[in-house]
């Protein structure tokens, strides 16, 4: 049991990194990014590529500032050149979830074009590989010895989660992304540029997602299918959140995780479920959540905090017709 302990916590720190960007990127700005993998997939690839084409061994510094930059460069380009002409078009958020969904093709494929000229160029395997970190193995620690890479993964999960709390609550920019969040129209009557604000959201968004692919390649190979083969259990944690509330996403992440590893576990040993319904679950929970409690999504529905006020409301109407 305590692997699957330590299990949950690696994929709850992971999910974690990769759905509460996804949560903030769709509540600012309205978009369902089927691209958000693309960016995990590269930042998992960022410290590969470095230590690959240098010939070294890539620092966690160094390997951190370098995918969180990469995917903050292409979410901002995705955001400059696709969703924010769309959005002033006034299009409607099915329309930028369908632009999302080709944006996500053309980078998928045009990162496999990349990779293939690389390997090429390079004469060394670059798909399904790992990167070459500068991290022990073990670090002894009051007389026990600690796996570096989960130790890493849980001051990395724990750092960026408070410095984007501090961001997002302490700072102006931080301020104007929560008011475009809550009221758009009512943050632009009070000077705020939406897209500017915006397109800082989708740097945070892109950079920290990437940040999650980079935790994903501290124990897995990485391919360029990491993001896809992630982006389920991505969605379900979001969805959980609401795509509105980030604690409650990363709530969501611990929730996915426990189904993941522990919960499969106990069906597979008492009742001989296949290890391999793993996404089953995910899926399950993800399906569970929208039936219980649909989330703001790209059809337009209501957030939780506003829904049962609003049913309240109609009630109230119907009752004043009858009397």
């Known amino acids: 049991m305590t692997t699957e302990l330590i299990n949950t916590v690696w994929y709850a720190c992971i999910y974690g990194l990769m759905a509460v960007p996804l949560t903030l990127s769709y509540r600012t700005s309205r978009v369902l990014n089927f691209a958000?993998?693309?960016?995990?997939?590269?930042?998992?690839?960022?410290?590969?590529?470095?230590?690959?084409g240098f010939g070294i061994k890539v620092s966690p510094i160094l390997a951190v500032s370098a995918s969180f930059m990469t995917g903050a460069i292409i979410a901002m380009a995705s955001h400059a050149f696709v969703f924010s002409p769309l959005i002033k078009k006034k299009s409607t958020p099915v329309t930028l979830m369908i632009a999302s969904m080709g944006l996500w093709i053309f980078?998928?494929?045009?990162?496999?074009?990349?990779?293939?000229?690389?390997?090429?160029?390079?004469?060394?395997?670059?798909?399904?590989?790992?990167?070459?970190?500068?991290?022990?193995?073990?670090i002894s620690f009051m007389g026990m010895d600690i796996d570096a890479k989960l130790l890493l993964i849980i001051s990395l999960t724990s750092a960026t989660f408070s410095l984007l709390a501090f961001f997002l609550t302490k700072t102006k920019v931080g301020m104007a992304i929560r008011a475009i969040a809550d009221n758009p129209e009512l943050a632009q009557i009070t000077g705020i540029s939406r897209d500017k604000t915006l397109l800082?959201?989708?740097?945070?968004?892109?950079?920290?997602?990437?940040?999650?692919?980079?935790?994903?390649?501290?124990?897995?190979?990485?391919?360029?299918?990491?993001?896809?083969?992630?982006?389920?259990?991505?969605?379900?944690?979001?969805?959980i959140g609401g795509l509105i509330s980030l604690p409650i996403t990363f709530v969501g992440s611990v929730i996915i995780s426990s189904t993941e590893n522990l919960l499969i576990v106990f069906l597979h040993r008492y009742l001989g479920v296949e290890l391999s319904f793993r996404p089953f679950l995910s899926f399950f929970v993800l399906l569970l959540t929208i039936l219980i409690r649909p989330p703001a999504g790209a059809g337009g529905g209501l957030p939780y905090r506003y829904r049962l006020r609003s049913i309240f409301r109609v009630f109230q109407r119907e009752v004043k017709k009858n009397v």
């Open 36 to 52: 958000h993998g693309v960016y995990v997939t590269i930042g998992a690839y960022i410290p590969v590529l470095i230590a690959k």
């Open 107 to 138: 980078i998928k494929y045009a990162f496999y074009a990349v990779l293939g000229t690389l390997q090429k160029a390079w004469m060394t395997p670059i798909f399904y590989t790992s990167p070459n970190l500068e991290i022990p193995i073990l």
């Open 200 to 239: 800082v959201t989708w740097a945070i968004s892109g950079g920290v997602a990437a940040i999650g692919g980079f935790a994903w390649s501290l124990f897995a190979y990485v391919s360029p299918e990491t993001g896809d083969n992630v982006i389920l259990q991505v969605f379900a944690c979001s969805v």
